[in-house]
């Protein structure tokens, strides 16, 4: 038994279903896209048509054929095929489910549990499947947006094989809307529509890879056009009331939230202001935080650059101020500026490196005393213990540099600060190496 409605005429007999669910792929070869992994001969398609199921997660973005993959699997397979929604249900729905699995199994039958966005499952409803799929009760296949690897327990995670489905291209979208257009049984084709195909590829470019969306956005234009002597005629201000704006791929608190600031920053570390400007716009325009991006930029500053432009950092600072003042839109242009001024900056990570040396040592050394000569002596006791003795005043010396070691005696060997000769920290490689040289030229004081 399936619970897939997998009817070839169950489509024609409701047209009031939207368009993107009567157009729902029902074989493999109606699928689009995905051809590193349905093409014949590749292994997932080898899998499916000989009913070799193993437990699987197909990992993608909105809208690229995972709840299709599995409806095809559904009208395949022999085996006891179940839906389950990670939104609708918890553990009590999973046990009983495992139970039936397990009385199947017993009469040599094959339980498949098809779960759409097994992301939402927290850890404890996660460990609930695992016994049963590691004992073979019951084939898992989960869909989800989100990386596995995140989002998944490991344990449930190494017993399923990831199928990662990429975003379907706007050739590939165009060819389901011209087909979705001209369909009698399932589409619009019993309609008297004049929708010219260059429209139909600017909905499959503006939908940004997501079939379902490209589908509304085809049922809305004709829906909303009210025909002229029997004929829907689609024209460019129609298409543009349909579109309305853009909806970016893009989700703040998974993956490609990540994926998106790790390109800006990284655009920006290789001096590459255009493609800073692109990744920002994305991030403020897909609706992320503006102080999020601030802060990332205020990183960006004493990461990459540091003291090889020492304006850099009040700067981001400024544009945070900016935005945190006045918001968005008129805030955007703030962070657009620092984005290219830290773009074209020059570049020096020896501010990272120092800090991240000196952090190794913290973990990896004993928390010394400060030494005696360093510490203020407020009191005749600690004057008598010490503290403060053998202090020398830098501004009582003509270079204003003592030979004084300043770090704990283990620690006087490190140079941890190592200027490079990128912008002003190339006058600040000079000054310390002169600063060095003195150092061991004098004799520090007893």
Not at 50 to 72: H, N, V
Not at 193 to 204: S, T
Not at 321 to 334: N, T
Not at 365 to 384: C, F, I, Y
Request: hydrophobic share 40%; proline share 7%.
């Amino acid at each position: 038994m399936s619970l897939f409605p997998i009817s070839d005429s169950a489509a024609a007999q409701e047209p009031s279903r939207p368009l993107a669910d009567r157009m729902r792929p029902r074989t493999l070869d109606e699928f689009a896209g995905q051809q590193h992994l349905l093409a014949p001969g590749k292994p997932l398609r080898t899998q499916l048509e000989r009913d070799e199921l193993s437990s699987m997660l197909f990992w993608g973005p909105p809208g690229c054929g995972k709840t299709t993959l599995a409806q095809i699997i559904a009208s395949r397979t022999r085996s006891e095929f179940v839906n389950f929604s990670a939104v609708m249900s918890g553990i009590k729905e999973i046990k009983a489910v495992m139970e039936s699995a397990v009385r199947l199994r017993r009469s040599s039958r094959r339980t498949v549990l098809f779960v759409d966005e097994i992301h939402r499952f927290n850890k404890a409803q996660q460990d609930a499947f695992l016994p049963r799929v590691e004992k073979g009760d019951v084939i898992l296949i989960g869909a989800t947006t989100e990386n596995p690897s995140f989002e998944v327990i490991s344990a449930l995670l190494s017993r399923c094989r990831v199928y990662r489905l990429q975003p379907l291209t706007a050739d590939e979208i165009s060819a389901l809307l011209h087909r979705a257009v001209h369909d009698k049984d399932r589409g619009l084709g019993q309609i008297n529509i004049d929708f010219p195909a260059p429209l139909l590829h600017r909905i499959a470019a503006f939908s940004s890879g997501d079939a379902r969306t490209a589908y509304n956005i085809l049922e809305v234009a004709v829906q909303g056009t009210p025909p002229v002597d029997g004929l829907i005629r689609i024209t460019e201000a129609i298409l543009d009331a349909a579109l309305q704006s853009k909806s970016l791929l893009y989700d703040k608190a998974g993956e490609e939230h990540f994926n998106i600031i790790s390109a800006l920053h990284k655009s920006v570390r290789n001096s590459d202001p255009d493609a800073a400007l692109y990744w920002l716009a994305r991030m403020l325009e897909s609706g992320e935080d503006p102080l999020y991006v601030a802060r990332r930029l205020i990183r960006m500053a004493s990461e990459d650059i540091g003291l090889a432009d020492p304006q850099a950092l009040p700067l981001a600072v400024a544009a945070m101020q900016a935005i945190h003042f006045s918001g968005l839109p008129e805030g955007a242009l703030a962070l657009a500026e620092v984005a290219i001024y830290l773009s074209l900056a020059p570049k020096s990570n020896s501010l990272y490196t120092a800090y991240s040396a000196v952090q190794q040592d913290l973990a990896t050394t004993e928390s010394d005393p400060v030494p005696l000569h360093l510490r203020n002596a407020p009191t005749a006791l600690m004057k008598t213990e010490g503290y403060g003795k053998g202090y020398e005043y830098a501004h009582d010396l003509e270079d204003k540099v003592s030979a004084m070691p300043c770090l704990p005696p283990r620690l006087q060997s490190r140079y941890y600060y190592q200027p490079t000769n990128q912008g002003l920290e190339a006058a600040f490689q000079k000054r310390l190496q002169d600063i060095r040289e003195r150092r061991k030229r004098q004799k520090p004081s007893d």
